[in-house]
């Protein structure tokens, strides 16, 4: 599995959009990129997935360069809500049923 | 949306006494369930695989004696921590796999039990 690296914390205000980069050198032809979210004291929850290009839905945005060598997820005017940690996981979606591999996080912090 | 529950939310025991943690999948079938071991900032890490009607694979330095995994039926999977100690009080997280899909996103977390060891 590919490895990832985020940054490990960041910090906004309310209303604004937020990126969080990661880094995916090794990241093969037929891995997928996915984003989850996770608040204290609950399990992750799914954000956004994408191959390449831009995915957008009604949480988030996820941009990926031609080469695919990173990602970002990007938050449109975050909320305290948003306050959480976000996950970057690289993986072949043909092969589910492995777990997903879960690197540090990106800890965002949202202030008023 | 899929549903993965997890009970009980919080449990605080005593050393040497043994805890069961049950994982369900409420409005799908899952053959596959994953359980991952959160410590305080730290990220998740998968303990182990758990499949329907078969022995779980558990990963290298998760004892699988201490933690027993039992996947009986489609829609629930256990796991019972034996003879605890206060360093195996973490955050528990299963995971299930809805039974055919493919893609990788299709992993539904449960809300997490805590387990507190004294």
């Known amino acids: 599995l590919a490895k990832t690296t985020q940054p490990i914390s960041m910090d906004s205000y309310e209303g604004q959009e937020v990126n969080i980069t990661c880094s995916h050198n090794?990241?093969?032809?037929?891995?997928?990129i996915t984003w989850y979210q996770q608040f204290p004291s609950q399990g992750p929850r799914f954000i956004i997935q994408?191959?390449?290009t831009k995915v957008t839905n009604e949480v988030a945005s996820l941009f990926i360069p031609a080469d695919r060598k990173s990602s970002t997820l990007s938050l449109p005017r975050v909320s305290l809500s948003d306050t959480a940690v976000y996950y970057c996981l690289v993986g072949d979606s043909a092969a589910g049923r492995r777990a997903l591999t879960f690197g540090s996080g990106t800890r965002l912090q949202v202030q008023p | 949306g899929a549903v993965v529950s997890q009970h009980p939310s919080r449990v605080i025991c005593k050393s040497g006494t043994s805890v069961k943690i049950e994982c369900r999948s409420l409005?799908?079938?899952?053959?596959?369930m994953f359980w991952y071991r959160q410590f305080p900032k730290q990220s998740l890490m998968l303990m182990a695989t758990s499949n329907e009607g078969s022995k779980a694979t558990y990963e290298q330095g998760v004892e699988k004696d201490k933690f027993l995994i039992n996947h009986a039926s489609l829609t629930l999977s256990t796991l019972t921590v034996t003879s605890a100690h206060p360093e195996d009080s973490s955050f528990y997280i299963c995971?299930?796999?809805?039974?055919?899909?493919?893609?990788?996103?299709?992993?539904?977390f449960g809300p997490g039990t805590r387990l507190t060891v004294t």
């Open positions: 995971s299930a796999r809805a039974s055919g899909s493919l893609s990788s996103y299709e992993q539904y």
């Open positions: 409005d799908f079938q899952a053959t596959t």
């Open positions: 090794n990241i093969a032809t037929n891995d997928y």
């Open positions: 994408g191959y390449k």
